[in-house]
């Protein structure tokens, strides 16, 4: 099993609403990664896990809340978000020795009105 | 501050033909270079990597090129063919921790003309 899985695939949500994405690997790896990407522009790094622990936060708004509830999953809480966050967020692993491949989910594309 | 930059936006060619991408980077502290095609709406594949020790990597169809003196890297596709066509970012892993962001490119969109 080589894959990330994230769900859902598309989210629409309003300003005030609260919801959730989903991200799971089964691939043991022990560093877990949420990225943002904007249309026509590289992914940015938002968030980094280690070993379940949270070791990088690229000064992401408090609006969106990472956790890492085991080795296999990651979620990215959201609430309060505003229309500019839409975006296509995705997922990766890697493990902590080698060459450094991650490996990303197929994103979940998220629009706020 | 651009750490890793990819100087063409778009690249449009031939199928059968070489493709090559490109890529220069600013930083010395570099370990791994990596390389992924990406599509509309799905997430990064990754093709090919290259250690910094190296000069040369080689995957089937896909050959990575360092030139570290000129803080420079390319990826060769040859032949290419129409499913190549996508983005291709180049990434950079600095030295340190295995958690260490990957810094991306800014992306080359290939069109492999049938």
């Known amino acids: 099993d080589t894959e990330v899985t994230q769900t859902p695939k598309h989210l629409v949500m309003g300003m005030t609403n609260k919801k959730s994405l989903k991200c799971e690997q089964h691939?043991?790896?022990?560093?877990m990664y949420w990225y943002k990407q904007k249309a026509k522009k590289p992914p940015e790094l938002m968030f980094v896990?280690?070993?379940?622990?949270l070791s990088i936060n690229e000064s992401v708004p408090s609006r969106f809340s990472p956790e890492c509830p085991n080795s296999s999953l990651l979620n990215l809480h959201l609430h309060a978000l505003q229309p500019e966050d839409s975006a296509l967020y995705l997922c990766?692993?890697?493990?902590?020795w080698g060459t450094g491949e991650l490996f990303f989910g197929e994103g979940s594309r998220l629009t706020v009105l | 501050d651009q750490q890793v930059k990819q100087n063409s936006p778009s690249l449009s060619v031939q199928e059968g033909r070489i493709s090559i991408l490109n890529c220069d980077y600013t930083n010395s502290m570099f370990d791994y270079f990596l390389w992924y095609k990406k599509y509309p709406a799905e997430g990064p594949t990754f093709l090919i990597s290259i250690s910094s020790i190296k000069d040369k990597n080689e995957d089937g169809r896909f050959t990575v090129f360092l030139n570290k003196s000129a803080k420079h890297l390319s990826l060769h596709i040859v032949p290419s063919q129409p499913g190549d066509s996508a983005v291709y970012f180049c990434a950079a892993i600095p030295y340190g921790g295995a958690t260490n962001k990957l810094i991306f490119g800014t992306g080359t969109l290939l069109a492999v003309q049938p």
């Open positions: 691939m043991g790896h022990r560093a």
């Open positions: 896990y280690s070993y379940e622990k």
């Open positions: 990766a692993s890697r493990t902590t």
